[in-house]
């Protein structure tokens, strides 16, 4: 059975950084394109960043580029979102996502081609 854990989340200033990890378990990562969705309070769950299972293709939505990274190590099963310059549109619940059907080097944004996933984390940027 495989399991994602989110970790590294908290209640952050405007301007600092956090970096959230997800471990899984069950399976290899490396098998999977993994990716981090958020859910804000009263909004539908929205895409933040995948990598394809060999770190070749990465992608991030609009509103994270150039702040947030995604990468992984699958010697460790982790994967990870650092999240600098954070900003009060930033507070959501924060998932991790496992895709085993994904091709090598491909992602999907959409949420639907996510087999597993974590029980989220919470991360708040007060202003």
């Known amino acids: 059975q495989v399991q994602l854990v989110e970790s590294g989340g908290g209640l952050v200033r405007f301007g600092v950084s956090l970096r959230l990890s997800c471990t899984v378990s069950g399976r290899t990562s490396s098998g999977a394109a993994m990716a981090w969705y958020r859910q804000a309070p009263g909004k539908w769950r929205e895409f933040v960043a995948a990598?394809?299972?060999?770190?070749?293709?990465?992608g991030y939505a609009d509103s994270v580029k150039g702040r947030f990274t995604i990468s992984r190590d699958d010697a460790k099963n982790t994967v990870y979102l650092q999240m600098d310059s954070l900003k009060p549109m930033d507070t959501a619940v924060y998932f991790c996502a496992a895709d085993y059907r994904a091709d090598i080097s491909s992602y999907s944004q959409d949420d639907h081609d996510y087999q597993h996933w974590g029980h989220g984390t919470q991360v708040t940027v007060a202003s």
């Open positions: 990598i394809s299972r060999n770190a070749n293709k990465i």
